[in-house]
C-alpha cells in the first residue's frame, strides 16, 4: 500500500513539472463538510471561467484619482463603455483561452458584457485532466444538496496570467448569506423610546430622521435610483411596504413601490407565508428613509436552492456593469465568511465591484452580525480567538456598514462584525486609520486577526430592534442587515440634491469619507464586538476615538454630509 502511495505522489508531482501550476487549493474542505467520493467521471460541470482583465491596475488608479477629493477629475465617473476598455480580456488573454479551449473541444460562452467571464461544460473527467482537479462530491448538514468541488485546481502554463478564477472548484457554499437577527413579536409595540439602550426602545424611519438630521422632504430627482439586491429567496412584499409606509411614514403617499429587476431566473414572489423579513427589512428602511427616491429591488434567483450566493454575487456586478444608466447606490444585507471564497474568486468579484465604483454607483453592504467572529453569531465560538473576517465587506472597494444601538452614549452593538481581510491589504485610504487604531491596542492583545489587511466596516449606523411589518404584522428584526439600507438611503437622499444642483454622484464613497470623517460622521467611542452571544470574557476590539473595526468612523450626520459633498 505504501509503496502505491508513493506511486501517485510522483506520478503528480511529475504532472506539476509538465507544465500545470496549482492556481488555488485549501488543506481540506471547512468545518462541516463531508466528502463522499469521487465525482462521477461523465457527469458534466458547468465552470465559470473568470479571465483576466487586461488592465485592472490601470481601472483601480483611475478610480482612486476620480474618487478622491482634491483630485482635478474628481467624481468624473467613468461611462459603461470606458470601464468596458480596462475590464474586457485583452487579445492575448482572449487567444490564449480559446486556443486552449478549442484544442480540448470546449465552447466556450461569454457571460459577462466586458468578456472577462465565460462559461465551459465538461464531463469531470476532463474537468479532472485539464485542471489537476480531483472533483468530488461533498455534503453537509446544513446544504439541501450535494455539491461539487475540488480542493486544489491548477492552470496549464500557457493559461497562467489569462484565467483569474475557475468556479466551482474550491470555493465552499454556505446556504446563509442573509444577516439579520431572527425576527421577534413586537412586545414593545407600539414604541415608547428611541432609544434601544434601554427595554422599550425601537427604531423607526423617524428616530433615524431626528438621530442624524435626516430630512423628510422628497427627493425630486428621476435619474436616480437606489437599488436594494435580493438573495437566498427573499422577496420584497409588496403589501408589507404599503403597510410600514402608512404606519411609520403617513406623510409620504402609501403607493410608494419600488421596480423589479431579476438576473439569474430571479422573482418577487409576492406570498407573506415565505419568510422574507431580510428582503422587507431592507426595502422597508430604503423606502422609509430615502423619501421620494426611485427604488429598486434586484432579485437574484438560484442563490438558494443550490446554495451558490458566489455566483449570485458575480453574476450581480456583470449585470450593473452592463445597464446603460445604473442606480446610484446599491446596498446588500448579504455575506459569508472570507475564507470560504478563497483569494482568486474573492479578488474578482471585488474587482467587480471596483467596476461599478468607477461607473459612480456607490456600493454597500452590511459588515456582519457575529461581532470579530464572523457573519453569524455562534456562542460556539467565543472561546476562539482567531478572529473571522467576512466578505465582501472586507473588499475595499465597498463601504462595509457596522452596527451601533442607542443614544447617550450611541455605542456599537456587540455583533457588529468588524476585523481585518486576509485577501486584501489595507487601501491607501486607509493605512493611516489603522495605524492609528493599532496604537490603542494592548501590547498582550489576544486576539489573532491580520494587521496588513483591509480594515472594516468603514461606517456604522443604528442596527438593534427596527420596527418592520412582517406577513402583515408588526415586528422588530436587528442586525448590521438594518443598518446598511439605511445608511444606503442616506447616501441616496444626498445624490438626488447633488443631482438637483447639477453635480455628480457621490459614487465610491471611501475615499471621499476617510477625508472627511471627522466632520461628517460622529465618532462612536464605546462598545465591543465578542458577538451577541459572547460574554465580556470573550476577546474582541474595543470603540475608540477615531476608525475602529467594529463602528469605521462612527454614524452618520446628514447635514455635514450633504455640505460635505457639495464642496
Ligand atoms: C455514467 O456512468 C454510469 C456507470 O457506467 C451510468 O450508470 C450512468 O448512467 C452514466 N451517466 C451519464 C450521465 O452518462
Ligand atoms: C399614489 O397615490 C397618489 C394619491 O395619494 C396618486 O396621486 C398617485 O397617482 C398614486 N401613484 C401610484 C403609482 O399609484
Ligand atoms: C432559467 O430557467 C430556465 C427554464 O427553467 C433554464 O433553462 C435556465 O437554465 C435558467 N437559467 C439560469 C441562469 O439558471
Ligand atoms: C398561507 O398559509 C395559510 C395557512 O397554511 C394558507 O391558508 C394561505 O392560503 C397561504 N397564503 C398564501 C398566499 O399562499
Ligand atoms: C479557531 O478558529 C480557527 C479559524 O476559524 C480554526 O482554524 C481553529 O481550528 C479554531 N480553534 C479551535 C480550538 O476551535
Ligand atoms: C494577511 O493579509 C495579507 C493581505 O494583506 C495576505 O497576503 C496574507 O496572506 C494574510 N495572512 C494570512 C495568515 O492570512
Ligand atoms: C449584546 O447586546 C444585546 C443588546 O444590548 C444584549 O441584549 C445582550 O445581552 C448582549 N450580550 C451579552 C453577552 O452581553
Ligand atoms: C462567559 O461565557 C463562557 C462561555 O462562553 C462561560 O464559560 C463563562 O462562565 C461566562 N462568564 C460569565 C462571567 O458569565
Keep these: 500500500m505504501a509503496l502505491k502511495l508513493l506511486t501517485v505522489?510522483?506520478?503528480?508531482?511529475?504532472?506539476?513539472a509538465g507544465g500545470m501550476v496549482v492556481h488555488e487549493s485549501r488543506r481540506a474542505a471547512p468545518a462541516g463538510f463531508v466528502k463522499q467520493g469521487a465525482a462521477p467521471a461523465n457527469a458534466t460541470i458547468t465552470l465559470r471561467v473568470g479571465l483576466a482583465s487586461n488592465n485592472v491596475g490601470g481601472l483601480e488608479e483611475r478610480l482612486m484619482s476620480i474618487a478622491t477629493p482634491g483630485s482635478s477629475e474628481f467624481r468624473q465617473w467613468l461611462s459603461m463603455d470606458e470601464v468596458k476598455a480596462f475590464v474586457q480580456p485583452s487579445p492575448e488573454t482572449r487567444s490564449a483561452f480559446d486556443s486552449f479551449a478549442s484544442g480540448n473541444g470546449l465552447r466556450p460562452t461569454v457571460i459577462s458584457p466586458s468578456g472577462d467571464w465565460v462559461?465551459?461544460?465538461l464531463p469531470i473527467s476532463q474537468a479532472n485532466d485539464l485542471f489537476a482537479a480531483q472533483f468530488e462530491v461533498f455534503t453537509s448538514p446544513s446544504l439541501v444538496h450535494p455539491i461539487t468541488r475540488t480542493l486544489s485546481v491548477s492552470l496549464p502554463s500557457e493559461l497562467v496570467g489569462h484565467v483569474d478564477v475557475l468556479h466551482p472548484t474550491t470555493a465552499f457554499p454556505d446556504p446563509n448569506p442573509r444577516l439579520g437577527a431572527a425576527v421577534s413579536v413586537d412586545t414593545r409595540l407600539p414604541a415608547k423610546s428611541c432609544n434601544s439602550n434601554t427595554d422599550d426602545g425601537v427604531i423607526t424611519p423617524a428616530c433615524l430622521q431626528a438621530l442624524y438630521g435626516i430630512p423628510a422632504t422628497a427627493a425630486t430627482q428621476s435619474d436616480n435610483a437606489l437599488l436594494v439586491t435580493g438573495y437566498a429567496n427573499e422577496f420584497a412584499q409588496d403589501a408589507d411596504l404599503a403597510e410600514f409606509l402608512k404606519l411609520l411614514r403617513p406623510d409620504i403617499p402609501a403607493n410608494q413601490t419600488f421596480?423589479?429587476?431579476?438576473?439569474?431566473?430571479?422573482?418577487?414572489?409576492?406570498?407573506?407565508?415565505?419568510?422574507?423579513?431580510?428582503a422587507n427589512l431592507d426595502i422597508q428602511y430604503a423606502a422609509g428613509i430615502a423619501t421620494g427616491v426611485p427604488l429598486q429591488f434586484l432579485s437574484v434567483g438560484n442563490s438558494f436552492s443550490n446554495a451558490d450566493f458566489m455566483t449570485a454575487l458575480m453574476d450581480t456586478t456583470t449585470f450593473l456593469q452592463g445597464v446603460a444608466n445604473p442606480p446610484t447606490v446599491m446596498t446588500t444585507s448579504y455575506g459569508l465568511n472570507e475564507a470560504l471564497f478563497g483569494s482568486s474568486l474573492a479578488t474578482k468579484i471585488c474587482n467587480g465591484y471596483m467596476a461599478l465604483g468607477a461607473r459612480g454607483i456607490s456600493a454597500l453592504f452590511s459588515s456582519g452580525d457575529g461581532g470579530v467572529r464572523g457573519l453569524h453569531d455562534n456562542p460556539n465560538l467565543c472561546q476562539n480567538n482567531t478572529f473571522i473576517p467576512t466578505f465582501p465587506a472586507s473588499c475595499g472597494f465597498v463601504t462595509s456598514v457596522g452596527a451601533t444601538q442607542g443614544f447617550a452614549p450611541e455605542k456599537a452593538v456587540n455583533f457588529s462584525s468588524g476585523g481585518f481581510s486576509n485577501i486584501f491589504p489595507a487601501p491607501s485610504y486607509q493605512t493611516a486609520a489603522i495605524a492609528k487604531f493599532m496604537e490603542t491596542l494592548p501590547s498582550d492583545f489576544s486576539g489573532d486577526f491580520n494587521r496588513t489587511g483591509r480594515g472594516y466596516p468603514d461606517v456604522s449606523l443604528q442596527g438593534l430592534n427596527f420596527e418592520i411589518v412582517f406577513g402583515g404584522a408588526t415586528a422588530l428584526d436587528s442586525g448590521t442587515s438594518a443598518s446598511a439600507p439605511a445608511m444606503a438611503a442616506i447616501i441616496a437622499l444626498i445624490n438626488d440634491r447633488l443631482l438637483a444642483a447639477g453635480r455628480p454622484v457621490l459614487g465610491f464613497l471611501n475615499p471621499f469619507i476617510y477625508s472627511t470623517a471627522s466632520n461628517t460622521f460622529t465618532d462612536i467611542t464605546t462598545g465591543r464586538n465578542p458577538g451577541y452571544h459572547c460574554n465580556d470574557s470573550a476577546v474582541a476590539f474595543d470603540a475608540v476615538a477615531g476608525w475602529d473595526p467594529l463602528t469605521g468612523f462612527g454614524t452618520p450626520n446628514f447635514e455635514e454630509?450633504?455640505?460635505a459633498a457639495m464642496e
Excluded: F, M, Y
Design 259 to 278: 421596480a423589479v429587476l431579476t438576473i439569474d431566473n430571479g422573482t418577487n414572489t409576492q406570498d407573506s407565508n415565505l419568510t422574507s423579513s431580510e
Design 561 to 563: 454630509l450633504l455640505a
Design 119 to 121: 462559461s465551459i461544460t
Design 9 to 16: 505522489l510522483s506520478i503528480s508531482v511529475l504532472v506539476s
